[in-house]
């Protein structure tokens, strides 16, 4: 872990904090951490992709 410097601490209280920051935030606390781990999360990665290409699939004409 690196120590922070006086400008970034300064800069730190004066930026608000952007979409994805907040994002990560909420998955720190929704997600475990010793599931974090892509080798553990694999099958449901797959799933997930699998759910979100057949989402947007539905709406196109098929081939």
Do not use: C
């Not at 400008?7 to 606390?29: A, I």
């Amino acid at each position: 872990m690196k120590q922070p410097t006086f400008s970034d601490l300064e800069y730190q209280g004066k930026k608000s904090k952007t979409r994805q920051e907040l994002f990560l935030e909420r998955v720190d606390g929704l997600i475990p951490r010793q599931n974090r781990g892509l080798a553990k999360n694999t099958e449901r990665l797959v799933l997930l992709f699998g759910l979100g290409n057949l989402l947007t699939a539905e709406g196109q004409p098929r081939a």
